[in-house]
């Protein structure tokens, strides 16, 4: 018998307890997103037998977004039964999906020596999985099954050049991520301060792993002291941010009615959100470190990927406050999953949501460390 091939993969070691099942998520890929279809999918179905070519090639449709399947008049693929499963899968396999299908929630990062595996938490399933743990969130080295080559992203180069040292940072990140004996802001502001440090000392050069516990160590010197920005300017820049996300045009009036609502009652809500939901904001930011490939999310340097990296965090944790802000309570472990789940929607299935974030950490935080940029969110 063939020995079935493996892969080191690094990351959290929760993404292979993942098992899809429509029928507990209402079956949210395989409805309102497109579905796209890869030609080398499309090739593999040209070679099944005349009558399930003749069915599958019946219900995909070329659009300006290229080939995908089409949806039925309840909004569902054509493939989605009513057991919540995939048709095709059930007839065929795995091995029959398309590159989307075959990968979605699950995220991995391909490079030369080993694998960097996530999932998205727009998947209700996944989210579970994800954020609900009340003990920190277990990274590290594991071998695993490969998986489908094709349905790896190939990161960036800058991210390639680092692939040695990457592991080490990352693990670096999440150990200041993961320190409860700190606030998250306090946690946000060290891991500002290490991808500081790491930039100055190495510039775009590939660290030694002296000199990252080097920056380490910098970054925990002295109590992390978090300052505050005067709360209705950045308040209602995050409201914008929220309105923005989600195409919603607000008066500036009522922006900033919002801001006042939410500055009135912001310390106090947001110490209750943090003693209830903490555990699972988090694991969100653990998550979303490689879910991103962070710090090389996007050009410009590991302070700028820490800016976006703390930005897109804020976005999803104001949305829990302002829950708390119309409701008087931190949220509810349900409602907080379903929020917390359709802002990475957003952000993680939205071209211009994504470039607007993109532009907002490599411009309004321009100059900024990372202490005035954490002031400013």
Known sequence: MEEESVERVFGPIYPQKFTCDGAS?????????????????????????ES????IFGNLSETERGWGMRHGENGNCAFLDGDGLCRLQKKYGEDVLSDICYS?????YRFDGFAERSLAVSCPVAARLVLLSPAPMTVGWQTL?????????????????????????????VAVLQNRELSLRQRFLRLGKFFAALEVRCGNQPPEEDAIRRCASDAEAGAPSV??????????YMAALIAALYETEYPADRLGALAR?????????????HARRGDMLENLAVNEFFLRLYPFACGGGLLTNFKLFALRFRLAEFSLLLSAAAEGAAPREETALTMLGRVMERLDHSRDADN??????AEDMRGLDADRAISLL
Request: with cysteine.
């Open 25 to 49: 998520c209402g079956s949210l890929c395989c409805g309102r997103w497109h579905i796209p279809v890869d030609a080398l999918t499309r090739k593999r179905w040209a070679s099944l037998p």
């Open 52 to 55: 399930a070519r003749d069915e």
């Open 104 to 108: 979605y929630p699950r995220v991995a």
């Open 145 to 173: 099954p490969a998986r489908r080559a094709a349905a790896a992203i190939r990161p960036p180069m800058e991210a390639l050049r680092w692939e040695t040292c990457l592991p080490s940072i990352q693990l670096h990140a």
């Open 227 to 236: 300052s505050r920005a005067e709360p209705l300017p950045r308040l209602r």
């Open 261 to 273: 609502r939410v500055a009135a009652i912001e310390e106090a809500a947001e110490e209750e959100l």
């Open 356 to 361: 607007l974030l993109r532009r907002c950490a």
